[in-house]
T-cell receptor, first 115, second 114 residues
Framework: GENVEQHPSTLSVQEGDSAVIKCTYS??????FPWYKQELGKRPQLIID?????GEKKDQRIAVTLNKTAKHFSLHITETQPEDSAVYFC??????????????FGQGTILTVHP | NAGVTQTPKFQVLKTGQSMTLQCAQD?????MYWYRQDPGMGLRLIYY???????DKGEVPNGYNVSRLNKREFSLRLESAAPSQTSVYFC?????????????FGNGTRLTVT
């Protein structure tokens, strides 16, 4: 099955700086890569996703890049704000066999933005 | 439109007790999932149901059973709770397992087994 590795596990930045979180995946057939944000005590919520037919996607201060050859994708947050502080999870789907459609998650990154 | 609703929000069990976690979605989604979340380990899939009438094991199914009662409801049962099952449990749904659509999560159930 799919294996997703996420780094770093913790990330501390100053307000206004950029933050980058990286993930690698093992299944070359995976074709869908969402990112979720989870605030303390709340449910994970989708912030951006990318499909394998594109290399980059942006939504205001958030962008995701995908390198299919290297099997890694990254989340970029620019002009960070204290409200960006949360746990961020990457995920990749299983694209074949009996596990078709399952999402496998990375271990999470705790992002802290200091005012 | 409530989305994905989980009950209860909190539960404390003694080792060996049983309980059922309930999940319902009102988005007419075909696929439903149960994940557990433990510190430093992300979200791990317990069981999923790609469509009404089907269920499959995920990454960590031991000690759990599921029932897809109808299209809306997907329950998770712990027959004999163990301290290792202390976790936060999330139910999620998506339009279709074979379609690259996002998961929608419920608010979670925080379970403690003593």
């Amino acid at each position: 099955g799919e294996n997703v590795e996420q780094h770093p596990s913790t990330l501390s930045v100053q307000e206004g700086d950029s933050a980058v979180i990286k993930c690698t995946y093992s299944d070359s057939a995976s074709n869908y890569f969402p990112w979720y944000k989870q605030e303390l005590g709340k449910r994970p919520q989708l912030i951006i996703d990318i499909r394998s037919n594109v290399g980059e996607k942006k939504d205001q201060r958030i962008a995701v890049t995908l390198n299919k050859t290297a099997k890694h994708f990254s989340l970029h947050i620019t002009e960070t704000q204290p409200e960006d502080s949360a746990v961020y999870f990457c995920a990749a789907n299983d694209a074949g066999g009996t596990s078709y459609g399952k999402l496998t998650f990375g271990q999470g990154t705790i992002l802290t933005v200091h005012p | 439109n409530a989305g994905v609703t989980q009950t209860p929000k909190f539960q404390v069990l003694k080792t060996g007790q049983s309980m059922t976690l309930q999940c319902a979605q009102d988005m007419n989604h075909n696929s439903m999932y149960w994940y557990r979340q433990d510190p430093g380990m992300g979200l791990r899939l317990i069981y999923y149901s790609a469509s009404e009438g089907t269920t499959d094991k995920g990454e960590v199914p031991n000690g759990y059973n599921v029932s897809r009662l109808n299209k809306r409801e997907f329950s998770l049962r712990l027959e004999s709770a163990a301290p290792s099952q202390t976790s936060v449990y999330f139910c999620a749904s998506r339009v279709e397992s074979s379609y690259n659509s996002p998961l929608h999560f419920g608010n979670g159930t925080r379970l403690t087994v003593t």
